[in-house]
């Protein structure tokens, strides 16, 4: 574990349900139950965790009849993401 | 993928790779439909009416045209009904904000030329289709679909100007050929 990494992104689930909602506007449980190939309950607890620390906020609607549970990463979010990232390059290219 | 807290720096940069590139392939291959289905449609309605209006000789075929945004826009609706809520990103956005405007455009146009001033449509929009088409390969970082698009605009522009109303119908089927390439292209690069 690297001191200077966020402890709440360098975990493997969160770190790529972060991923995910970086690079688009929102996106659907399903979506992203899909792509991280997580079962639902551990999502659901992952998601709660991002939730509680600000780095996304959770929208639950319905599309047409069927419930629907949107995610949208936070500017705070944004932050956090950008900041480990930029931490684990400093990592790497310093050769520790 | 289960909980993992103990991972090394280069484990993370994989998850954020992988995981960026995976869902940015997702985003493209779900766009890659929206090509296919009016690069259809164009090819389709192209050619019927250029098949009526050389069999009938009656150019009022060509109220046909209207019939792609009828049948198109309620398919690419029921589409993304279906969908398996796969989200945009700012390339698949911005590949959608430009067919709009080109939908738009060749919708305005046709009636404009229909109700209010004459003109040659065909030249038009083989223009605005060339330039949303090559504007797409520069979204995508594509060259064959950049070169097609350019190809498209001005060498149709040339030939609309050149040969007969009926002949320049088929210049569309090129076009809509062209669309089902691009969603052919882009089916296969996001694999």
């Known amino acids: 574990m690297?001191?200077?990494?966020?402890?709440?992104?360098?975990?493997?689930?969160?770190?790529?349900?972060?991923?995910?909602?970086?690079g688009v506007?929102?996106?659907?449980?399903?979506?992203?139950k899909k792509q991280t190939g997580a079962t639902s309950g551990n999502l659901s607890v992952q998601i709660d965790k991002l939730t509680a620390a600000g780095y996304i906020t959770v929208e639950k609607g319905f599309k047409g009849k069927m419930p629907r549970t949107t995610c949208q990463i936070t500017p705070a979010g944004q932050e956090a993401f950008r900041g480990y990232v930029n931490a684990l390059q400093e990592y790497l290219s310093s050769g520790k | 993928?289960?909980?993992?807290?103990?991972?090394?720096?280069?484990?993370?940069?994989?998850?954020?790779?992988?995981t960026f590139n995976k869902s940015r392939k997702g985003i493209l291959r779900n766009s890659a439909k929206y090509f296919l289905l009016w690069g259809a449609l164009l090819t389709a309605i192209s050619l019927v009416i250029y098949l009526?209006?050389?069999?009938?000789?009656?150019?009022?075929?060509?109220?046909?045209?209207?019939?792609?945004?009828?049948?198109?826009?309620?398919?690419?609706?029921?589409?993304?009904?279906?969908d398996v809520a796969v989200p945009q990103n700012e390339v698949s956005k911005m590949l959608t904000g430009v067919w709009r405007v080109f939908g738009v455009f060749a919708i305005t146009l046709s009636v404009v030329?229909?109700?209010?001033?004459?003109?040659?449509?065909s030249l038009i929009i083989v223009i605005i289709l060339g330039l949303a088409e090559c504007m797409s390969g520069v979204l995508l970082k594509n060259w064959p679909i950049i070169i097609c698009g350019f190809l498209l605009g001005v060498c149709g522009a040339v030939v609309a100007m050149l040969v007969n109303s009926e002949a320049q119908l088929l210049i569309f089927t090129l076009g809509g050929v062209l669309l089902l390439v691009t969603g052919a292209i882009m089916k296969l690069q996001n694999k």
């Open chain 1, 25 to 32: 506007d929102e996106a659907d449980f399903t979506y992203l």
């Open chain 2, 1 to 18: 993928m289960e909980q993992n807290n103990e991972m090394s720096a280069q484990q993370s940069l994989q998850i954020i790779t992988e």
């Open chain 1, 2 to 22: 690297f001191p200077k990494l966020d402890p709440l992104l360098h975990s493997e689930l969160r770190l790529a349900v972060m991923s995910l909602l970086a």
């Open chain 2, 113 to 121: 030329a229909i109700c209010l001033v004459p003109m040659n449509v």
């Open chain 2, 52 to 82: 009526l209006w050389n069999l009938t000789g009656k150019p009022q075929w060509n109220f046909l045209w209207f019939a792609m945004p009828a049948i198109g826009y309620p398919l690419a609706a029921l589409m993304g009904k279906y």
